[in-house]
């Protein structure tokens, strides 16, 4: 095994042998390319950490302005290679390519179909202990919710933390079946609010129904990360 400086933040690119067994479904996987950022895995200091996180974001964004569907097939331009691959835009896919794009290529192999993709994440997440339900999150960090389909199951749902608000409302860009990528939000201090007393929305719905378990803090299952995770 390659064994690597033990530096304060590690990016989980060193983990991308662990995917070399998963089936590839709507992207390709590219071994040139993967070995040639495998040595970017590591953050040696803060500053590089707020450049993965800017870099996160506006891929995030980038993607949400070109207002692609749900379950769409499109090609990806590498912002900074030009190479490209197709993504499925569903929840896990959109997870994939912004990552893809950042120079993470954790996800590159996973499946995403069926909500396959997301027990992935939460199942690499886990095994390197980035898998978190306290704190406040980080820009950039997945969020990972249960039983938002017709038929309730975990892990069924995740999206791409990029605000937190004073008011501890958190910001998720996701691939929304009915409306392709939108912006959700989350408060767990105030879980069982939909809108809080100006009027702003502070818990989307995540599947249809009323009350309080179709909200997105009521799906809530935990936050993943590739940065450290955060103190309670």
């Known amino acids: 095994m390659i064994k690597f400086p033990k530096y304060k933040y590690l990016i989980l690119l060193i983990f991308i042998a662990y995917f070399h067994s998963l089936p590839a479904e709507t992207y390709n996987y590219d071994e040139e390319y993967e070995e040639s950022i495998e040595h970017a895995a590591l953050i040696p200091d803060e500053k590089y950490e ?22 769409q097939n499109a090609e990806i331009t590498h912002p900074k290679t030009s190479l490209k691959k197709t993504f499925r835009f569903d929840c896990s896919g959109f997870v994939a390519a912004v990552y893809w794009m950042s120079d993470i290529v954790i996800f590159d192999k996973q499946a995403s179909k069926g909500g396959t993709g997301v027990n992935i994440i939460y199942k690499t997440f ?107």
Do not use: Q, W
């Open 50 to 71: 707020k450049r993965i996180k800017k870099t996160i974001l506006e891929n995030s964004h980038k993607l949400l302005d070109e207002g692609y569907y749900y379950g």
């Open 126 to 232: 886990s095994k390197y202990n980035k898998i978190y339900t306290n704190g406040t999150p980080n820009m950039g960090d997945i969020v990972m919710f249960d039983n938002t389909t017709k038929t309730p199951k975990p892990l069924s749902h995740c999206g791409i933390i990029v605000d937190i608000d004073d008011n501890d409302t958190i910001t998720f860009i996701h691939a929304s079946v009915s409306r392709g990528l939108v912006l959700g939000y989350i408060n767990l201090s105030n879980a069982k609010s939909y809108k809080d007393n100006d009027g702003n929305i502070i818990n989307s719905y995540l599947k249809r129904g009323s009350g309080t378990s179709p909200l997105a803090s009521s799906c809530f299952n935990s936050f993943g990360t590739i940065f450290s995770v955060p103190k309670n």
